[in-house]
């Protein structure tokens, strides 16, 4: 399986919605589960708001885990 690293900023609205960014992290680990891989997620501070650690069985398919 191939791991892949993104550094991740908020959008205007994900800023917003703050408050719901554990709901919405543990949809989007589900969703990478049901797609046959993982996701780790870690909120930061400084010029990136996340960093998400991937890892699927393909550059497909963790490319379109991120969509």
Excluded: H
């Excluded at 550094?7 to 797609?35: H, I, P, S």
Aim: glycine share 8%; charged share 25%.
């Amino acid at each position: 399986m191939a791991r892949f690293v993104s550094l991740l900023n908020w959008t205007d609205q994900g800023a917003k919605t703050a408050a719901d960014t554990v709901d919405r992290a543990e949809a989007a680990k589900k969703l990478a589960a049901d797609m046959g891989g993982s996701l780790e997620l870690y909120w930061t501070m400084g010029q990136y708001d996340l960093v998400a650690i991937t890892e699927f069985a393909d550059d497909v398919r963790s490319i379109m885990g991120k969509m």
